[in-house]
Structures are given as C-alpha cells and as structure tokens.
C-alpha cells in the first residue's frame, strides 16, 4: 500500500501573514526582525532582508502563545489566592 504524499506548504509574504492576522505589514516585519516570530529570511546575510513564512508555523506559535497565557492566568490566580490567604492568617 503506498503512502499517500502531501505537498509542502508554500512559504508566503509578510501580506499574506498580515492578510491571516489582521494586522499592518510593518507590525509582521518587525516582529520578524525581532524574532517574536517564525521567519525565514531568502538571504541570512543581507542588510535589507526578504522575509517569508509559514503561516502553520505562526499559527502554532499563536496556539501556543494562548495555551501559556491561560497557563499563566490560572498560576497568578493560585499565587494571589495562595497570598491572600496567607494574610488572613
């Protein structure tokens, strides 16, 4: 039985990433520059950089970015509850 092959995903433009987010071009390029996010540049050693990407690999990164922040709430509500109880103590 021969194993069903996909294509690879296409790389995209930083308009279709801030088409996908809903965001301005400028804010994907900088945090591209940044490294917030996943970004491969056509040309690592250019001065002006050409940036592309994969839109599952920002997707990802978003998933993961809400799992850490619901992560985040439920340990800072634990710590403040934690801390109020100390005090009436």
Not at 13 to 33: G, K, Y
Not at 56 to 72: F, H, V
């Amino acid at each position: 039985m021969p194993l069903e092959q996909t294509e690879p995903e296409h790389y995209v433009s930083a308009d279709a990433v801030s088409a996908h987010l809903s965001v301005e071009r400028r804010v994907v390029l900088n945090l591209a520059r940044s490294g917030r996010i996943p970004a491969h540049p056509l040309d690592p050693t250019a001065y002006k950089k050409i940036w592309r990407f994969k839109l599952s690999e920002i997707d990802a990164l978003l998933c993961q970015n809400q799992l850490g922040a619901r992560a985040n709430k439920t340990d800072n509500s634990e710590q403040v509850l934690g801390g109020s109880e100390k005090a009436r103590r």
